[in-house]
């Protein structure tokens, strides 16, 4: 990787796991196996990011659209998700990698949903990378949870209608307290958010590479992250 001194290693760093259906098809396997391959990948791709250097990864690994798949699919990628949030947490303990939730879990069978607290219990007193997991999680869905908390509050007579500031909504999303992504990586092809973190994408740089998500290599996030260190940030200004 590049080594002149301005370079930079983002701090937030969100990916969009995509095309693992397609990495299956072209095989001629049925998709659950490229979720499978996906879901290996993402336990290479988080280990190696965290050594990186980024201080927060996010990852989408479920939509609050993908309820809309095959019950076959949805079935497979639930158990997925139990097997591999398990072995995640001995996994990254060496790493000191700490867990959180992103989403609405309220939608997960109990086994699944008493699975992801402990992991968040068990794994909140790491000070390494924080990987924020992506499960039924949207961008609407998060935006229309901050209205529900602050129209409360306001209806408690606990905050001022107009007094809310931007502040106030970034307080209620699932990222609370958590800087924006600064770079967004989607593998599959698509130039697309599919209602990924709709409010902190406002100014993050978006990269999308053809790689298929099982196929995502340390070498491509190295890639994605030199594109980012190519362009110029303005936020706005000049
Ligand atoms: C992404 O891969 C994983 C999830 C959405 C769970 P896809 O399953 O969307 O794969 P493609 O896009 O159909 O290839
Ligand atoms: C986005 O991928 C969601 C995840 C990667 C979890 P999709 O495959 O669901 O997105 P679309 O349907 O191509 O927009
Ligand atoms: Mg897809």
């Known amino acids: 990787m590049a080594d002149n001194k301005s370079f930079i290693m983002p701090a937030h760093v969100g990916i969009i796991m995509d095309g693992n259906g397609r990495w299956a098809k072209k095989r001629g396997m049925p998709r659950p196996v490229g979720h499978t391959h996906g879901a290996q990948n993402f336990r290479t791709i988080t280990r190696y990011i965290s050594k990186q250097g980024v201080k927060i990864l996010t990852l989408y690994a479920f939509s609050t659209e993908n309820w809309k798949r095959p019950p076959e699919e949805v079935g497979a990628l639930m158990k997925l998700f139990k097997q591999y949030l398990v072995e995640a947490l001995t996994d990254f303990r060496e790493d000191d990698i700490r867990l959180r939730f992103i989403g609405d879990r309220s939608a997960f069978d109990p086994q699944l949903r008493a699975l992801i607290d402990e992991t968040e219990e068990l794994s909140a007193s790491r000070e390494g990378m924080v990987l924020n997991l992506a499960m039924n999680y949207g961008g609407r869905d998060e935006l229309l949870r901050a209205v529900k908390l ?89």
């Open 150 to 238: 602050l129209c409360k509050e306001v209806q408690e007579g606990k905050a001022d209608i107009d007094r809310l500031t931007q502040q106030d909504i970034q307080r209620c999303l699932y990222t609370a307290g958590e800087p924006d992504p600064d770079l967004i990586i989607r593998t599959g092809g698509e130039f697309r958010l599919s209602n990924f973190m709709l409010y902190q994408a406002a100014y993050s740089e978006f990269v999308s590479t053809e790689v298929l998500w099982p196929d995502f290599k340390p070498e491509d996030f190295d890639r994605a992250v030199e594109e980012f260190n190519r362009r110029s940030r303005r936020f706005g200004g000049v």
